[in-house]
């Protein structure tokens, strides 16, 4: 699997897993919202340290 992240855009998903899985993740009134928000902090956690993402291959995107 060829990586198809930037150093940036790695950077950046590390740092909104990050916010997204600590402490300071947004609480919503409904419980659906905030598993969605821990799902996407996991897959920008894992995408953040493989370098590879399954939208940007879809979208033709990449470095």
């Known amino acids: 699997m060829k990586q198809n992240l930037g150093a940036v ?10 916010w997204w899985l600590g402490p300071w993740a947004p609480q919503f009134g409904a419980g659906w919202a905030n598993i969605l928000v821990l799902i996407v902090g996991w897959v920008a956690l894992v995408e953040s340290f493989i370098g590879w993402c399954g939208l940007h291959k879809w979208l033709g995107l990449g470095k």
């Open 9 to 18: 855009d790695r950077v950046l998903r590390f740092a909104l897993a990050f």
